[in-house]
């Protein structure tokens, strides 16, 4: 079992991890917005969403071949497994798609909506497990406090682009290297 204050809660290492550097005051803002891009991205089958991403991508490529773009969509979000994140993109796209817009702009404002959607769900899903937390007495008030704070200010500072990014690159690993520490003798903290 690790230590934090999220150890008790069902999430990866990953957002335990996350959780320990929320109370802990040694953590820097940048290290916790790297943990959370890392741990969103790391939650993902990230071939999968960029192996659907790629499928849209080829249909808009060749409008005049697809009359009924909608359908085609729905039919090409029913082929493949239904996780929340591109459940929310489909929604997205179909109502962008059924406001009259071209696939690739519908398509470039659904992955836009969709990212500010997963950062707002993740937010709360960290804010209800603080919560827990506390109630478990895993969390005293004050680191209570501060974990809701700084995962508000967290989620607040991602960089909507990098994270969108690496979802249609599928670049699991793209927050890895921003990720590690500085470990030379003669390196400091960064001011």
Same mark, same amino acid.
């Given at each position: 079992?690790?230590?934090?204050?999220? =150890?008790? *809660?069902?999430?990866?290492? =990953?957002?335990?991890?996350?959780?320990?550097?929320?109370?802990?005051?040694?953590?820097? +803002? %940048?290290?916790?917005?790297?943990?959370?891009? %890392?741990? &969103?991205?790391?939650?993902?089958?990230?071939?999968?969403?960029?192996?659907?991403?790629?499928?849209?991508?080829?249909?808009?490529?060749?409008?005049?071949?697809?009359?009924?773009?909608?359908?085609? &969509?729905?039919?090409?979000?029913?082929?493949?497994?239904?996780?929340?994140?591109?459940?929310?993109?489909? !929604?997205?796209?179909?109502?962008?798609?059924?406001?009259? &817009?071209?696939?690739?702009? +519908?398509?470039?404002?659904?992955?836009?909506?969709?990212?500010? %959607?997963?950062?707002?769900?993740?937010?709360? =899903?960290?804010?209800?497990?603080?919560?827990? +937390?506390?109630?478990?007495?895993?969390?005293?008030?004050?680191?209570?406090? !501060?974990?809701?704070?700084?995962? *508000?200010?967290?989620? *607040?500072?991602?960089?909507?682009?990098?994270?969108?990014?690496?979802?249609?690159?599928?670049?699991?690993?793209?927050?890895?290297?921003?990720?590690?520490?500085?470990?030379?003798?003669?390196?400091?903290? %960064?001011?």
């Amino acid at each position: 079992m690790t230590d934090g204050p999220l =150890r008790n *809660a069902e999430l990866s290492g =990953r957002w335990k991890q996350y959780g320990k550097d929320l109370v802990s005051d040694a953590a820097t +803002a %940048d290290e916790r917005i790297v943990q959370a891009c %890392d741990s &969103m991205v790391g939650d993902l089958d990230v071939s999968e969403v960029r192996s659907l991403l790629s499928a849209i991508k080829r249909h808009a490529e060749r409008p005049q071949m697809d009359l009924d773009v909608t359908s085609s &969509m729905e039919t090409l979000f029913e082929s493949g497994q239904k996780p929340p994140l591109t459940d929310m993109l489909r !929604k997205h796209l179909m109502a962008n798609l059924h406001d009259r &817009m071209p696939l690739d702009t +519908a398509l470039d404002q659904a992955l836009q909506s969709t990212v500010v %959607d997963w950062i707002g769900m993740t937010k709360n =899903r960290l804010d209800e497990e603080c919560i827990r +937390a506390r109630d478990l007495g895993d969390m005293n008030r004050e680191d209570y406090r !501060k974990g809701i704070e700084r995962n *508000a200010e967290t989620f *607040a500072g991602i960089d909507r682009n990098g994270l969108r990014d690496a979802l249609t690159s599928g670049n699991k690993r793209a927050f890895k290297q921003a990720q590690r520490k500085k470990t030379g003798v003669d390196e400091g903290p %960064d001011e």
